[in-house]
């Protein structure tokens, strides 16, 4: 197994984490909080995407999904198109409001939109610096393996979430 076939399986792993957290719920149930100011499904799944997007574009040198692909005004969110979800307070997690259809569709995008990059990869290019403002510089390698962690610890939060919603009986 190369470094692309390892990423591209690790990738993969955090797509069908979202898909079988998302699947079957309605838009009330991925906006549902666990508490008053909680993470909604919908806005941790709409969060790892941005963020995959927005790291992945930035690394392939190419414009994001988000606004290539017209999602940003799909989901028609009360933010600028640059927003991730860095920072968001409760009053916009509570903004972001989406069904299924939209979070897996904007979310699939960008999954095949990463592994169309990760199959340009060689070893060599996972050590290219991606992100000089940090000591030491941010190589390719040491990006994606943060995104994957990043994405992996969001899907495993909404599907806490959902776990919570079975549980109380939504």
């Known amino acids: 197994m190369d470094s692309a076939d390892l990423l591209t399986d690790a990738f993969d792993?955090?797509?069908e984490v979202v898909h079988d957290t998302v699947e079957g719920l309605s838009a009330d149930d991925?906006?549902?909080r666990p508490d008053p100011g909680g993470n909604t499904i919908a806005w941790l799944v709409w969060h790892l995407t941005r963020i995959q997007d927005d790291h992945l574009a930035g690394a392939a040198g190419t414009e994001q999904?988000?606004?290539a692909d017209g999602?940003?005004?799909r989901f028609a969110l009360p933010?600028?198109?640059a927003a991730t979800g860095y920072g968001h307070t409760a009053e916009d997690v509570a903004a972001v409001r989406a069904g299924a259809g939209e979070?897996?569709?904007y979310h699939d995008a960008v999954h095949a939109a990463t592994l169309r990059h990760?199959?340009?990869l060689d070893a060599d290019a996972l050590d290219r610096v991606v992100d000089a403002s940090w000591t030491p510089p941010v190589t390719l390698g040491v990006r994606l393996v943060s995104v994957i962690s990043d994405d992996l610890q969001h899907a495993?939060?909404?599907a806490f979430v959902r776990g919570l919603l079975r549980r109380r009986g939504e």
């Open 103 to 105: 979070l897996l569709g």
């Open 71 to 73: 999602w940003a005004e």
């Open 65 to 67: 999904v988000w606004t």
């Open 118 to 120: 990760l199959r340009t």
């Open 13 to 15: 792993r955090v797509r």
């Open 156 to 158: 495993g939060q909404a």
């Open 79 to 81: 933010f600028p198109p």
């Open 30 to 32: 991925l906006a549902a």
